[in-house]
């Protein structure tokens, strides 16, 4: 079973930058498909990063070019590094995994994936 936990959130202002960490353990991070999420108030869940066994990476258009996600398997650590954070980048920032390879993408998540507890990002302009 795959255990998350994020932490490096936190409260920025506009144009500033921030490295979300997920460490997993049960797995390897180099065996998982795992996805960067995030919800705001009173809206959906968003998915806005991925990046499969294989270390292919899809990202939303609405951090393209602003985010990257990327892993360190020594460390066995999922990253979302942000840079150029807009307002609408706040939220409750979750990571998600699901073990084995193919395509990795927010439904195989959604629906059978394991999530961390989320951690808040804020960006004040």
């Known amino acids: 079973q795959v255990q998350l936990e994020e932490s490096g959130g936190g409260s920025v202002q506009v144009g500033g930058s921030l490295r979300l960490s997920c460490g997993a353990s049960?797995?390897?991070?180099?065996?998982?498909?795992m996805g960067w999420f995030r919800q705001a108030s009173g809206k959906e869940r968003e998915g806005v990063a991925f990046i499969d066994s294989d270390g292919y990476t899809t990202y939303s258009d609405s951090v393209q070019g602003r985010f990257t996600i990327s892993r360190d398997n020594a460390k066995n650590t999922l990253y979302l590094q942000m840079n150029s954070l807009k307002p609408e980048d706040t939220g409750m920032y979750y990571c998600?995994?699901?073990?084995?390879?193919?395509?990795?993408?927010?439904?195989?998540?959604?629906?059978?994936?394991?999530w961390g507890q989320g951690t808040q990002v804020t960006v004040s302009s």
């Open positions: 049960g797995y390897t991070v180099s065996s998982l498909c």
């Open positions: 998600a995994a699901d073990p084995g390879g193919g395509y990795c993408h927010y439904r195989r998540l959604t629906q059978r994936g394991a």
